[in-house]
């Protein structure tokens, strides 16, 4: 009788929203659009926002709109010879409607304008006759730029999370 009165009083002390949470499954794709433009003189990380509500397999939604994404921006700058520079932004993660932190895979990426032709025809036809213009070939190409506003499809959640539906 002591077992059972234990018991009892350990399941009703239980906390009740373990048992209202969502699932959130890895591979859930999130649309996300980006809030700035984007250039790899911006620094390390840029930002983002979740373009529509995101709902699991219930139609719950575990994800809203408008909820900030955090970008990580990588990239290689213009070169000498006309090469192009190119910019990445790395989707890193958002935030479930209950606060958790969810982890994202997906990213977006632009070149700038290739100006190889330019460098080297300049460079390389004009240096014929004078040596100086040799430096015609230094001509850098175009920086890489995602624009404000660009969406970025095919991001996916990275885990598998549980969402406390009471926090809604």
Known sequence: MQKLLIIATALATLN?????????????TVNIRTSENIELKNGKNATGYVD????NSDGIVVIRQGTPVVLEVKGAKARGCGRAGRVEALCVSTTATDGQMVALTGNTSAEGKNKKGLAIGLGVGLGWFAWPLLSLLAIKGGQGV????TLIQNVMVANDYQIDESAH
């Open 16 to 28: 009740l929203s373990v048992f209202a949470a969502t699932p959130l499954r890895r591979g859930t």
């Open 52 to 55: 529509m509500d995101v709902k």
């Open 146 to 149: 995602i624009e404000k506003g």
